[in-house]
């Protein structure tokens, strides 16, 4: 099985910070890497696929970067609704998720 | 717009069986890949199991092999998964989404319900 390690897994930081999110995979996956949103109550939100790839209607301030087994998900300019949860998905081999990683408020 | 609305979530006796629903609203739903997963208190998103557009083809996370089985009905615009053998380690939050593609256990998912809660206690 493929595990995805992501770091950190709490981040504390401002409204207007760059965030910088990173994931880890055990083996190549290639560019085949989502990231999700998620919220307590709220459904997941699929941000970016295939590594760097925005999905319609998410903000350009969310990027995403990487290939083989390191990938970046990058907030330019943190906004008060992007204090979540935020989670990596490999489907390379079946599909695997990160532990996740929470942004919360500094 | 893309709604996932799930059911069925209960507390359950280890051994137990559940059965969760989930209705689909705003695409085409016979025409798309569908999944469950579910987030584990402590240890994260799982991926469960995956269900081909006709409903012919499944995909099990080893950990669910034998004890789950996903269906659907593309008449009623519903997925379900049927839940046999509960263990502790199953209680969770059980998200339905959408997957991207028509088939296949690689994919990733584009859109997701709120979940719903089931608890395997004694």
């Known amino acids: 099985d493929i595990q995805m390690t992501q770091s950190p897994s709490t981040l504390s930081a401002s409204v207007g910070d760059r965030v910088n999110i990173t994931c880890r995979a055990s083996q190549s996956i290639s560019k085949w890497l989502a990231w999700y949103q998620e919220k307590p109550g709220k459904a997941p939100k699929l941000l970016i696929y295939?590594?760097?790839r925005l999905q319609s209607g998410v903000p350009p301030r969310f990027s995403g970067s990487g290939s083989g087994t390191d990938f970046t998900l990058s907030i330019s300019t943190l906004q008060p609704d992007d204090f979540a949860t935020y989670f990596c998905?490999?489907?390379?081999?079946?599909?695997?998720f990160g532990q996740g990683t929470k942004v919360e408020i500094k | 717009e893309v709604q996932l609305l799930e059911s069925g979530g209960d507390l359950a006796q280890p051994g137990g069986s559940l059965r969760l629903s989930c209705v689909a609203s705003g695409f085409t739903f016979r025409a798309f890949a569908m999944s469950w997963v579910r987030q584990v208190p402590g240890k994260g998103l799982q991926w469960v199991s995956s269900?081909?557009?006709?409903?012919?083809?499944?995909y099990y996370a080893d950990s669910v092999k034998g004890r789950f089985t996903i269906s659907r009905d593309n008449s009623k615009n519903t997925l379900y998964l049927q839940m046999n053998t509960l263990r502790a380690e199953d209680t969770g939050l059980y998200y339905c989404a959408k997957d991207l593609l028509t088939a296949g256990s690689e994919s990733y998912m584009d859109a997701w319900g709120k979940g719903t809660t089931v608890i395997v206690s004694s």
């Open positions: 269900l081909s557009d006709s409903g012919r083809i499944t």
């Open positions: 998905q490999q489907y390379n081999s079946y599909r695997t």
């Open positions: 295939d590594a760097s």
